[in-house]
């Protein structure tokens, strides 16, 4: 059974950052995609960030150049680095595996390639952006 725990959210000023962590246990294939999603007040949960089997990344467009996406395959833990972070960016972030497939992608304005009904959710982390 898949697991995957977060940790690292909390709150800071607009200007700071912060690092999330995921743990993820229980992963069966050796090629997957992982990624970063955030959910605020009743907003559609929204990708944020991808990562595929091959360690290519895609972003959203309002995080690109100030989020940081990447994975310590010996620790079975993905990370995303938040840096400039703005009130916007307040929001519960989740982490994601699925295994169907090794390509991923996040698409502006269409849902996320690689990510879908059989994707694997942590449990979130609370991030909260201040003025």
């Known amino acids: 059974q898949v697991q995957l725990v977060e940790s690292g959210g909390g709150s800071v000023q607009a200007g700071g950052s912060l690092k999330l962590s995921c743990v993820a246990s229980g992963l069966t294939r050796r090629d997957y995609c992982m990624g970063w999603f955030r959910h605020s007040g009743g907003e559609v949960r929204e990708a944020v960030a991808a990562l595929d089997s091959d360690g290519s990344t895609t972003y959203r467009k309002s995080v690109k150049g100030r989020f940081t996406i990447s994975k310590d395959n010996a620790k079975n833990t993905l990370y995303l680095q938040m840096d400039s972070l703005k009130p916007e960016d307040t929001a519960t972030y989740y982490c994601?595996?699925?295994?169907?497939?090794?390509?991923?992608?996040?698409?502006?304005?269409?849902?996320?390639?690689?990510?879908?009904?059989?994707?694997?959710w942590g449990q979130g982390t609370q991030v909260t952006v201040s003025s």
């Open positions: 994601a595996v699925d295994q169907r497939g090794r390509y991923c992608y996040i698409r502006e304005s269409s849902l996320p390639v690689g990510f879908g009904p059989d994707t694997h």
